[in-house]
């Protein structure tokens, strides 16, 4: 009994993991896009981000990014929910992931 709870625990746990790790992985293609924004165009930026996204088998609405650049800064963002399932349960974790750095 006590093997096939901790085998529960571990499948979850990794079905958990995943998502928050991709969620990391998404934040830290952004962090590295306003690193060399200063030199990079905002359409060359949106595609390497959607690019990203669709690799790392994020939802459709992780594709909806937003960048700002005014003359001394850049912001990167985006919004979507992944759906966590568990068992007799699903939840929707919501990210929001922003990142904002000087040009």
Known sequence: ??????????????NIADVYWRAYEFKDDMRQQVEFAKNVSNDSILS???????????????????????QSSISIE????????LPMHATLVHFHPRVVGPL
Not at 1 to 12: C, G, P, Q, R, S
Not at 56 to 70: E, F, N, S, V, W
């Open 1 to 14: 009994m006590t093997m096939l709870i901790v085998a529960a625990v571990l499948y979850f746990g990794v």
């Open 48 to 70: 390497h981000l959607r690019a990203a996204a669709d690799s790392l088998g994020l939802p459709d609405d992780a594709q909806a990014i937003a960048i700002h650049r005014t």
């Open 78 to 85: 985006a919004e979507y929910d992944e759906r966590i399932e």
